[in-house]
């Protein structure tokens, strides 16, 4: 690893106070350096980035914005990336561009200029989104796996006994046994399509594997159906299940490391079903917490409440939306945002889907009777400033919670309701008090995720739907105003015209005239005309922005968002 060089944070960058404090924690690369200045909030990664880039004259480079699978796999260098935390993007003529957080690292450049015999110039990047480019290059070249190339008459001549416990254990156990090395394949090809689930699922005279990609599931492989046995129980031991248990629903994790400093967690479900055991795992991706607000979709009005929510001292934010909708995420990129070393914040969570240094995670466990009710009642009695509760389910949840936003605490929570107006209602309808909800409650973000039209594919919408038609979809007469709205095409870089997934949002808080509504009970529909007179948008309007910036598409805002 290359030696750090300080200059890059000499004067102008960072004080003399914050550069001994930079060398007092040892960090060894660009990279760590870069994160180590953002978690003191000295600079947000892009204003650093920006910085540096002036520094040096060297252009700034989103990698948002760039697909990694597009790099020429004869420019990747494993060794060279590994040593300078530099990675190779694209050619121009006869000029190579170097992704980096360092551009005074001259020995990078000598060194790619002598492997590749191409000029090398440097683009200035953020750190994280540095590293995960450089996670999912070499990833992608160590782990990239064709599930079209296995043998899949090596699997059917696999001898499938009587559902033998004893036998089944042994055979999974087995490291040379194909069905092992068939399902190491299946996990790794989901992680290099960005697959958020991956379904296996027994029937009378078949079995499918199905990847959820950008939100839709596709089938990826059909092995012989009487491995479905084999299947599950590799699957359940590689999850520590008790691979006995056949009649009931169990829960477990996996931890796949995927690189030298890269590893991706499952969360695995199996279901007893007429022909064995459907068995589904969310794939847990703690990166995905570190990509920042920026990226998740907000706008910027939007956004700015957000934060302005998370800096109050106390009070309620509740995120809500149908599972898979990304609440997760967005509520660890709030607690990102909060973690600090002056602050103290727990979680209670069922389950713990992402890990973040820094923060106290809390993993529900019924059985044992730690409930989320049992753990927010221990979190008050800890001195906590930040308490994030994975869902309200039940009124005593919910009164704990809103008791915690009402005495100095900062409350963060989900619910599963369909808008923001809705999740007051819901509220209400717990038997939560409404004076409570209108006195703690101060932002509610309802969201849905719509999957983003491939940037290199596609194409103007050529024929619009008529006025009428764009105005009974929610546009306004503003909108309908050199309109240009664009359609997905297909092309290799993509999965029908789409990669991707967007946010699309509606940020509510909560003002006095609502507080009001609140107070006497009102209905969602009057919440929903009362947001709508202070120009919140609701989310088919958010999702008609997105359309219009080319984001996504107006088939997808239909589909994701309700009138």
């Known amino acids: ?31 760590e350096a870069a994160q180590f200045i953002r978690e ?12 540096v880039s002036q520094r040096y004259h060297t252009p700034y480079f989103d990698l948002n914005y760039f697909d990694v699978a597009s790099i020429k796999e004869d420019l990747l260098k494993e060794k ?16 190579l561009f170097l992704a980096t957080v360092n551009p005074s690292n001259v020995s990078a450049q000598e060194d790619f200029q002598f492997s590749t015999g191409y000029n090398v110039e440097y683009l200035c990047v953020e750190a994280s989104k540095l590293q995960q480019a450089l996670e999912t290059a070499y990833a992608t070249e160590e782990g990239q796996l064709d599930l079209d190339d296995f043998d899949a008459d090596e699997l059917s001549g696999m001898e499938v006994g009587e559902d033998k416990t004893e036998e089944t254990a042994e055979t999974t156990n087995n490291e040379d046994a194909p069905i092992i090395v068939y399902i190491n394949k299946i996990l790794l090809d989901a992680i290099r399509r960005g697959a958020s689930d991956l379904h296996f699922e027994p029937y009378e005279k078949s079995y499918r594997i199905r990847f959820r990609i950008d939100g839709i599931l596709h089938e ?5 159906a009487n491995l479905a046995t084999r299947l599950a129980a590799r699957l359940k031991v590689m999850s520590r299940l008790d691979i006995a248990e056949k009649r009931k629903p169990q829960d477990g994790r996996i931890k796949l490391k995927i690189s030298a400093n890269k590893s991706i967690d499952f969360r695995v479900s199996t279901l007893p079903t007429l022909w064995g055991e459907k068995i589904v795992m969310r794939i847990l991706d703690s990166s995905s917490a570190m990509l920042g607000i920026d990226v998740l979709g907000y706008e910027q009005d939007q956004k700015q409440l957000y934060l302005d929510a998370l800096n109050k001292p106390q009070g309620m934010i509740l995120v809500t939306g149908p599972t898979g909708s990304g609440k997760t995420v967005s509520l660890y990129t709030g607690l990102n945002i909060l973690n600090t070393p002056e ?19 809390v993993q529900m466990n019924p059985k044992a009777g730690l409930t989320f009710s049992e753990a927010l009642r221990s979190f008050l009695r800890q001195d906590p400033d930040i308490v994030m509760v994975g869902e309200i389910r039940d009124l005593e949840t919910a009164e704990i919670a809103i008791k915690a936003a009402q005495t100095g605490h900062l409350v963060l929570s989900t619910l599963h309701t369909n808008s923001a107006p809705e ?25 849905r995720l719509a999957r983003r039209l491939c940037k290199h594919c596609k194409q103007p919408l050529e024929v619009l739907p008529t006025e009428h038609e764009l105005l009974e979809f929610g546009f306004s007469d503003a909108q309908l105003q050199d309109l240009t709205l664009y359609e997905p095409v297909g092309c290799e870089l993509c999965s029908g015209g789409f990669k991707g997934r967007v946010g699309i949002y509606e940020v509510m808080p909560i003002s006095s005239e609502l507080a009001s509504i609140i107070m ?33 598409s107006l088939g997808e805002v239909s589909r994701v968002t309700s009138h």
């Open 520 to 552: 006497r009970e009102g209905n969602a529909l009057e919440i929903a005309a009362q947001a709508q007179k202070e120009q919140i948008a609701n989310l088919r309007q958010s999702g008609i922005k997105k359309a219009i910036s080319g984001l996504t």
């Open 40 to 51: 003191q909030g000295w600079y947000t990664e892009n204003e650093l980035a920006a910085e």
């Open 343 to 361: 602050r103290n914040i727990s979680t209670a969570e069922d389950p713990v889907e992402i890990n973040l240094e820094g923060i106290n995670q």
């Open 1 to 31: 690893m290359a030696a750090l060089d300080f200059r890059l944070f000499a004067t102008g960058i960072l004080d003399l106070h914050q550069q001994e404090e930079l060398r007092k924690k040892e960090v060894k690369t660009y990279i």
């Open 423 to 447: 999740t007051l209602t819901r509220l209400l309808n717990m038997g939560v008090p409404s004076f409570n909800i209108a006195s703690s409650v101060s932002l509610i973000i309802a969201q």
């Open 80 to 95: 060279l990336s590994e040593k300078h935390q530099v990675l190779p993007l694209f050619l121009r003529g006869r000029t």
């Open 220 to 224: 990826v492989a059909s092995p012989p």
